[in-house]
C-alpha cells in the first residue's frame, strides 16, 4: 500500500479505526488552528488524538528519519490531552508498517527511534492498535 503523505495516511487509518464498534474518528486540518492533532475522535467514550508522519526509509540504526519531524507544538498539544484523561498518540507510518509513541516519548526536536514506539502493526491488520488503547484508557482515571 503506497501511501504519499500523511494525509493519505491518516484517512486510511481513520478508515481501519472506524471499523471497532465503539470508535468515531475524523480527520482535522491545522490550517486554521495550528498543532492541532491529525486526527481527533472518540473510542470507548474516551477523547483520542492522532499526530500523523509519514516516512519513506527507516534507516538501519533504528532511527526514524523525520525530515518532517513532529513539532513541539504538536507534541504540547498531545501531552494536554494525556494530562485531560484521554488518549494521544505519536504515529509514523512507512509503507505498511506503523509505529505508535507516547508523546512523552518524543525527543525536544520532535524525534523519536522505532525502539520508543508502544506499538507496531500492519496497516492491513490495526488490531495492536486497538488492544494498546483499550487497555490504555481503562487504566487512566478522570
Not at 468515531?24 to 470507548?44: E, L, T
Not at 525527543?107 to 490504555?136: H, N, W, Y
Request: glycine share 8%; hydrophobic share 35%; with cysteine.
Amino acid at each position: 500500500m503506497a501511501r504519499s503523505g500523511e494525509s493519505e495516511f491518516s484517512t486510511a487509518l481513520i478508515k481501519k479505526l472506524n471499523k471497532h464498534p465503539v470508535a468515531n474518528f475524523r480527520k482535522i486540518s491545522d490550517r486554521y488552528q495550528v498543532n492541532i492533532p491529525d486526527i481527533i475522535g472518540c473510542f470507548m467514550g474516551r477523547h483520542i488524538s492522532i499526530e500523523s508522519k509519514v516516512e519513506n526509509v527507516v534507516s538501519p540504526k533504528k532511527k526514524i528519519p523525520t525530515g518532517h519531524p513532529f513539532t513541539a507544538g504538536q507534541v504540547k498539544e498531545l501531552k494536554e490531552n494525556l494530562r485531560c484523561g484521554g488518549g494521544a498518540y505519536g504515529a509514523i507510518a512507512c509503507g505498511y508498517n506503523v509505529w505508535i509513541f507516547d508523546p512523552n516519548t518524543i525527543d525536544e526536536k520532535g524525534k523519536v527511534t522505532i525502539d520508543q514506539a508502544i506499538c507496531s502493526f500492519d496497516m492491513r491488520d490495526i488490531r495492536p492498535l486497538f488492544k494498546l488503547m483499550e487497555d490504555e484508557l481503562s487504566q487512566r482515571k478522570i
